[in-house]
């Protein structure tokens, strides 16, 4: 699977090292920490590295998945396992190219002697407040630490002990011997090393020394040969660090880091932290609520993963930091379902409609096509009765001049079927619509209306005798801002109320069969999908709305 991508900045360098042989291939990486599921902004970076490498077969070029997993604390392998099936979701194949850092452990040990060897790297005792006061701020120059000069033996002698368990966890660290005036923050002695007593989920309890991110991630892009090492823009200032790892240790390749702008989104947080605690505190019902960014909450709502992609190219790659409106994806989702989904019938708020000149058949057969404009989708038997359920909306007892559904004396057509008109109906206790009678109007199935009869719409109906009922979920957005991270109360107080309905629908006899993960349109309603969990065809149907048929939201910021 290759779509062609314009050109950016990043295809521009890479075109232009091909062509001046200062590389014959291109190997890029996506290397996600394990510590959370993946989101929208990370199917940015997928696209980006897998798409390059699939832009230039011609050279032989690889795209690896990497799991930078640094951190025992916070990582496992339940992360692994959904960061390799949102990958493949989204169309994408790492091939051979299957690797974890901490495969490289015992080369990132060796290349931390190294420095230390060279005079490049020190054992230090301090605190983790003493170090960061010493370090000064952007005005202050650091002060060195009172173990910098620590002999080479003695650096070597007690690395050696840190990694045999003798120290407690904060008690010593390796730092880099570098730079303590450098105007760059990450420049002034950064830690290579911390003590964590904690199982790892790949190497157990081998180790109990732990590389930090900055030192392992040069040295991983180099061991693989990476050619371009894309990241997102807050990795800018942390480039020079990349690069002194890269020339003082004695690594195989020499990679490039390329920064590009992150993906960000209105009325979207996307920040692990926040959403591993809108999970942690039960404000979604987990990883994969289909209200949440991540891939696989996208994924169980519906969004088809042809339209991420285009909507990942449409943003493209820049410089500059900027927020995406959510109702571009929106939109990508929305058309590209417009065009492949299959129609269906299903009631969200029913009421009965009695035919009272129904023949003596119990049941008839209509012939609706699956699409309107794609005859290639075929058309299905929907069976119809004496008794139907429309949508509540679909009748006004005392109906607006330019309402052209269901009313006292007015007529409209069954979807695929006659043209029926209201004769009476009869009200509950509360004063609502329970119960609407009508007759048929005879040989009006495919036909126009009889001479001197107004027929000017169509509404969606379901078979009350052979239609089942189904559990239909309204996802909307699920923060009321489009700036849920500068809400004054912080991201939590701006959580949308409504961003999940749930209602008791009434669906045509082929919905409760479908499989899940089958998605379609209820007519004049919006798109939906079979729920992944929770949808078991001809037991329980459960639906979720993948997104409304128009952009209700540009309606109320227009107001």
């Not at 990241?231 to 690594?251: K, M, Q, S």
């Not at 007519?523 to 037991?539: A, M, Q, S």
Request: proline share 6%; net charge negative; with cysteine.
């Amino acid at each position: 699977m290759s779509e062609p991508s314009k050109s950016d900045f990043i295809r521009d360098i890479i075109a232009d090292d091909l062509a001046t042989g200062k590389h014959s291939t291109v190997i890029t990486r996506f290397p996600p920490e394990p510590n959370g599921y993946l989101h929208i902004g990370h199917a940015k970076s997928i696209c980006l590295n897998f798409g390059i490498a699939l832009e230039n077969e011609g050279v032989k070029a690889q795209c690896n998945l990497r799991f930078d997993d640094t951190n025992p604390e916070k990582e496992e392998t339940e992360y692994v396992e959904s960061i390799k099936e949102d990958v493949k979701w989204l169309g994408f194949d790492w091939g051979e190219g299957l690797y974890f850092a901490s495969n490289y452990f015992g080369f990132f040990h060796d290349c931390a002697v190294h420095l230390i060897r060279e005079g490049k790297a020190y054992v230090d005792d301090q605190t983790a407040e003493e170090m960061k006061h010493s370090r000064g701020n952007v005005n202050v120059p650091g002060t060195p630490s009172p173990f910098r000069d620590r002999t080479v033996e003695e650096n070597l002698d007690l690395f050696a002990r840190m990694k045999a368990g003798e120290f407690k966890e904060g008690e010593k660290v390796l730092r880099a011997k570098i730079d303590l005036a450098s105007p760059n923050m990450n420049l002034r002695d950064p830690v290579l090393y911390r003590i964590l007593h904690s199982h790892h989920h790949n190497t157990g309890d081998a180790w109990c020394i732990y590389p930090m991110y900055d030192f392992a991630h040069p040295l991983e892009d180099a061991l693989e040969h990476i050619t371009h090492s894309l990241c997102t823009l807050e990795f800018e200032n942390h480039r020079p660090l990349y690069d002194w790892f890269i020339d003082n240790c004695p690594v195989p390749s020499k990679p490039r880091q390329i920064e590009f702008a992150r993906l960000n989104l209105t009325y979207t947080v996307m920040s692990k932290r926040k959403l591993l605690q809108l999970v942690q505190e039960n404000r979604v019902s987990g990883w994969d609520d289909p209200r949440l960014p991540t891939i696989s909450g996208i994924r169980r709502r519906g969004y088809p993963p042809e339209a991420v992609r285009h909507f990942c190219k449409r943003v493209g790659i820049t410089k500059f930091n900027g927020t995406t409106d959510v109702a571009l994806l929106e939109f990508d989702v929305r058309d590209h379902l417009n065009a492949s989904a299959q129609r269906r019938m299903a009631v969200l708020d029913p009421v009965k409609v009695v035919l009272e000149n129904w023949s003596a058949e119990p049941l008839a057969i209509v012939e609706i096509p699956n699409h309107p404009q794609n005859p290639e989708l075929g058309a299905r038997d929907v069976p119809i009765s004496g008794e139907v359920w429309i949508e509540r909306e679909d009748f006004m007892e005392d109906p607006p001049k330019k309402f052209f559904r269901l009313g006292p004396g007015r007529h409209v057509r069954l979807r695929g079927g006659h043209i029926i008109r209201c004769t009476s109906f009869e009200k509950d206790a509360a004063g609502n619509v329970s119960l609407i009678r009508a007759e048929i109007l005879p040989g009006t199935v495919g036909a126009d209306a009889p001479e001197g009869v107004e027929c000017r719409a169509a509404i969606h109906w379901v078979d009350a005798a052979t239609g089942a009922d189904a559990e239909v979920r309204i996802y909307d957005r699920l923060f009321s801002v489009e700036s849920p991270d500068d809400a004054d109360g912080g991201f939590l107080t701006v959580i949308n109320p409504d961003s999940l309905k749930t209602v008791t629908a009434k669906i045509e006899p082929s919905l409760a069969e479908a499989p899940a993960g089958f998605n379609c349109q209820f007519e004049r309603v919006g798109y939906f999908v079979t729920d992944l969990k929770e949808h078991r065809p001809g037991v329980k149907a459960v639906f979720n709305r993948t997104v409304a048929l128009k952009d209700s939201w540009a309606k109320q910021a227009g107001k």
